[in-house]
């Protein structure tokens, strides 16, 4: 099983990015997927997830409206586009499958991605 994330990087303030996350070893369809993030000192935190059709998303307060999740399911992937970014959106960012339903708790999760530096400068 093998998630991989990519598209991080650094960015000014209000810039965008897109990070991709690819799958493998599983049977995407079946699967939930989310992505969370972590700060340096802080815990790993929820960032948005989709159901395996993509007709239910959902997001953190602190992205909602800014971030959008989608997914592929003919190419294994999940995306994550982030615009208007703030410094505070500076993190590590993650993927995650879940089997079945989505989830905002981390601890639910099955597979996790080895995460993609997203840093944002003022």
């Known amino acids: 099983v093998r998630l991989v994330e990519s598209g991080g990087g650094l960015v000014q303030v209000g810039g965008s990015l897109r990070l991709s996350c690819v799958a493998s070893?599983?049977?995407?369809?079946?699967?939930?997927l989310g992505w969370f993030r972590q700060a340096p000192g802080k815990e790993r935190e929820f960032v948005s997830s989709?159901?395996?059709?993509?007709?239910?998303?959902v997001y953190a307060d602190s992205v909602k409206g800014r971030f959008t999740i989608s997914r592929d399911n003919a190419k294994n992937t999940v995306y994550l586009q982030m615009n208007s970014l703030k410094p505070e959106d500076t993190a590590v960012y993650y993927c995650?499958?879940?089997?079945?339903?989505?989830?905002?708790?981390?601890?639910?999760?099955?597979?996790w991605g080895q995460g993609t530096q997203v840093t944002v400068s003022s």
């Open positions: 070893g599983f049977r995407f369809d079946d699967y939930s």
């Open positions: 995650a499958a879940i089997y079945g339903r989505n989830s905002r708790d981390a601890s639910s999760y099955n597979y």
């Open positions: 989709i159901n395996w059709s993509g007709s239910n998303t």
